[in-house]
């Protein structure tokens, strides 16, 4: 695995990263869910011109959710790619029918052309936060120190009172609740 | 939020998450267990269940159902992956239930017309319906629980897949008791039994699996 840092971003072995990943190399799931972002504002771009690109960077979003809630229905076995495209392409769907406008979404055209150009800046959205706020109040406050403030756990834990393996289930759940609350309300 | 904010929490979420296909099929597997505990202990298993096991139209009784259930219960597990398109085995589910259906229509034909009511409705038609269901209860909202962690692209079908599985194995476990082997009688009440169980799947996949 080492020697395929150096590879170049297209080429670098999501699916060796993954399997670390599940085995607790928390550095090494956030690198590879850094990688996937570009690709993945890549695949969503392409597919829904016309939309702005906060709305593009929402299903972006929903998509690493899903691909972090999810990632029990991957099969290690399996390469990862697919599996990361078949994710995006439901969450993809599910924004464009939620505006009321059916798609079709071919699985064949998910390839890797379609990332985007490196550097594309992330984008601010406040309606995330808006999300956050409609969690319950704990939830939101630890997901508010955690993202927007970017403290580390262990501050957040002492600021909410929480014992780390409060904090770590708390975050999980949270989590959870706000993969449903995006999913209901929509963006 | 920005996404790089949203990527460094979900980095620090460090709850490992769990194989869903194996759960799937423990958790169905364990609350059927259960509820064949329990309710063969109320009902009872028939006395002459080897003879039945092999009668070559009794045995029907659990060919049939099991030939539903386990490729739909396959084909339930595939369907927690996002990645699945299309399920080879699953036909073989619907096959089976046109074989019943067929063989139900040709003994409707074949019976003098005023046989034929008392014999469809048999003795037991309401604890059959009754005992298919309650088996099925917990099996289904365990493996339905199990399944929210799925990931399916089809979450109505994966519902009614799961349903048709545990379905069709509460009435393999429900005939080790019931004794009524009048093919009219098990047809009907088996198949709508485990027809029933499906479309509660179907509608609890419809609004849980979703994701």
Request: glycine letters at 8%; charged letters at 20%; a positive charge.
């Amino acid at each position: 695995m080492q020697e395929r840092k150096g590879a170049s971003k297209a080429q670098s072995d999501w699916s060796e990263m993954m399997r670390s990943a599940l085995r607790g190399d928390a550095e090494t799931y956030q690198r590879l869910l850094t990688e996937m972002a570009p690709v993945l504002r890549g695949i969503v771009r392409a597919r829904a011109s016309g939309m702005d690109l906060d709305w593009c960077e929402d299903v972006v979003q929903d998509s690493l959710m899903a691909i972090h809630l999810k990632r029990g229905t991957w099969d290690p076995t399996q390469p990862l790619r697919p599996w990361v495209y078949a994710i995006a392409r439901h969450k993809l769907v599910d924004a464009f029918r939620r505006k009321g406008r059916a798609v079709h979404v071919p699985v064949d055209e998910f390839i890797d052309q379609f990332e985007a150009e490196p550097g594309a800046d992330p984008l601010e959205n406040r309606d995330a936060e808006i999300l956050i706020d409609r969690l319950p109040e704990r939830d939101a406050a630890l997901l508010r120190c955690l993202a927007l403030e970017e403290r580390g756990n262990e501050e957040c834990g002492r600021r909410l009172g929480l014992a780390p393996g409060a904090l770590r289930v708390a975050l999980h759940r949270a989590l959870k609740r706000l993969a449903v609350i995006r999913k209901e309300e929509g963006l | 939020m920005k996404t790089d904010q949203l990527i460094a929490i979900l980095a620090g979420d460090t709850v490992m998450p769990h194989r869903v296909v194996p759960r799937v099929f423990g958790f169905t597997a364990a609350g059927l267990a259960l509820t064949a505990m329990i309710a063969l202990t109320i009902l009872g298993v028939r006395g002459d269940l080897m003879q039945a096991m092999s009668g070559p139209v009794t045995m029907m009784k659990w060919l049939l159902p099991l030939g539903v259930a386990l490729p739909a219960l396959a084909a339930a597990a595939k369907l927690t992956s996002p990645q699945t398109r299309r399920i080879p085995a699953l036909w073989i589910a619907p096959a089976v239930g046109v074989v019943a259906v067929a063989w139900l229509l040709q003994i409707v034909v074949a019976t003098p017309a005023p046989e034929l009511l008392p014999a469809v409705l048999g003795s037991s038609r309401q604890a059959c319906l009754i005992s298919i269901i309650s088996i099925s209860i917990v099996p289904l909202a365990l493996a339905i629980r199990v399944m929210r962690d799925g990931a399916s692209p089809a979450p109505m079908h994966c519902g009614a897949c799961i349903g048709l599985a545990v379905g069709g194995l509460s009435t393999a476990i429900y005939t080790l008791h019931c004794t009524e082997d009048a093919p009219l009688f098990f047809l009907t009440w088996y198949g709508l039994g485990i027809l029933i169980v499906a479309g509660i799947g179907a509608l609890a996949g419809r609004y849980l699996l979703r994701w």
